[in-house]
């Protein structure tokens, strides 16, 4: 099989063209002289955006760029912690055809973005195909409806193309995320990488969480906001459910504040699985998630400690890694699973790259995670999914 190289940098430096600039010298010096196909950078929110991008254009030269604000970033086993920090990572050429593009408008018409996404990141690659693909997403954290974005992809790319990804965070503050395509740092958007594979691509996920307590039915929502849960006051219902003594102690707060809830929903799938669905309690006192839950839904509340989190690394790598011939693995973790671990953040990122072997780890800590492989549902929250390339 050809040989993929593959380059991986970063820089904690606070000045946008400086660390722009020796994060991308660090990875591109990684393709031994080879000229890279693809760029992913992934940074704090707190640089200078369009700044930083210049300045990793200049190493990497006209390469598509693709890539989000991030809640911290994580490469070869090393924590970059929210607030500080810029990775970049080089993929040679040889191995994938990749075609990239971006849309806006995640805010007036979720499904439609994710439909124009797809089709212009499968017209960006070109009329070959080879016999396999992914495609990869970036969205904006706060826009819209992420499980609708992923419905549009969907209904184009069709139950054999695996999606994976990330949303858009910003060091655990609700102003603003954002993603990146090529210079351009788009807000309310979206950006896509289509992957043209020979072999077959698996997008993989975990998260740990357990379930605590019955199942319940959702009788009552207003987009985002859960009034009712079995036809009683939602809030009353999910305090209720909480395997501490003071709920008050764990409910969870606007992410302004910090996220740091040890409770999420979990949306019971036809398969008797649960996709983990964050919640908080806005201003008014209301019961809120970052996609909203169908109506007549069922549900559990969830609860995880560190060791549920961590315990699951190693078995999610190694089913990436089954059967590839991998040299990069690309992982995405949530910024409520970081504020779940507390002290012990660093240890994922260690834990990962240990599992991995020789095979890098790249990624960053998100707003909500993609991962589907088959069927319809994909968005996660607080869960941890991969894809090896």
Avoid at 363 to 373: D, K, S, V
Wanted: aromatic letters at 6%.
């Amino acid at each position: 099989m050809t040989v993929f190289r593959v380059g991986i940098g970063a820089s904690v430096l606070a000045d946008s063209t400086m660390a722009g600039r020796q994060a991308a010298e660090s990875a591109l010096s990684g393709l031994a002289g080879g000229e890279p196909a693809l760029v992913v950078v992934f940074a704090t929110a707190s640089h200078d955006l369009p700044v930083l991008l210049a300045a990793v254009r200049q190493v990497t030269g006209d390469a598509p760029l693709v890539g989000a604000s991030s809640s911290g970033q994580f490469s070869a086993g090393t924590l970059i912690p929210p607030g500080q920090g810029v990775s970049v990572l080089v993929l040679g050429s040889g191995r994938y055809r990749f075609g990239v593009a971006s849309v806006s408008g995640l805010r007036a018409n979720a499904f439609e973005a994710g439909r124009e996404l797809a089709r212009s990141c499968l017209a960006a690659a070109g009329p070959e195909r080879d016999r396999h693909a992914a495609l990869m997403v970036f969205s904006d954290g706060l826009a819209g409806d992420p499980q609708g974005l992923l419905n549009g992809v969907y209904q184009v790319t069709g139950a054999a193309v695996p999606v994976v990804g990330g949303a858009a965070a910003a060091d655990r503050d609700l102003s603003e995320t954002l993603v990146f395509h090529d210079g351009r740092v788009l807000g309310d958007g979206a950006v896509g990488v289509w992957i043209d594979s020979p072999r077959p691509l698996r997008v993989v996920s975990g998260h740990g969480w357990q379930a605590h307590g019955l199942p319940l039915l959702v009788t009552n929502v207003d987009g985002p906001v859960v009034h009712e849960i079995g036809g009683r006051p939602a809030r009353a219902v999910y305090e209720q459910n909480f395997r501490y003594d003071d709920p008050m102690q764990e409910l969870p707060t606007a992410w302004s504040q910090g996220y740091h809830s040890a409770h999420a929903f979990g949306l019971i799938e036809p398969d008797g699985s649960q996709l983990i669905r964050g919640a908080f309690i806005d201003e008014d006192g209301l019961i809120r998630t970052f996609t909203p839950l169908p109506p007549y839904s069922a549900v559990q509340i969830m609860t995880a400690g560190p060791d549920d989190l961590l315990d699951i690394s190693e078995p999610l790598i190694a089913d990436a890694l089954d059967g590839a011939d991998a040299t990069v693995l690309l992982t995405f973790s949530c910024a409520a699973r970081m504020d779940i671990l507390r002290e012990r953040g660093a240890e994922e990122a260690v834990r990962l790259q240990k599992a991995a072997g020789p095979v890098a780890t790249f990624g960053f800590y998100t707003y909500g995670e993609f991962a589907r492989t088959t069927g319809v549902s994909g968005y996660h929250n607080a869960t941890l999914t991969a894809l090896a390339l």
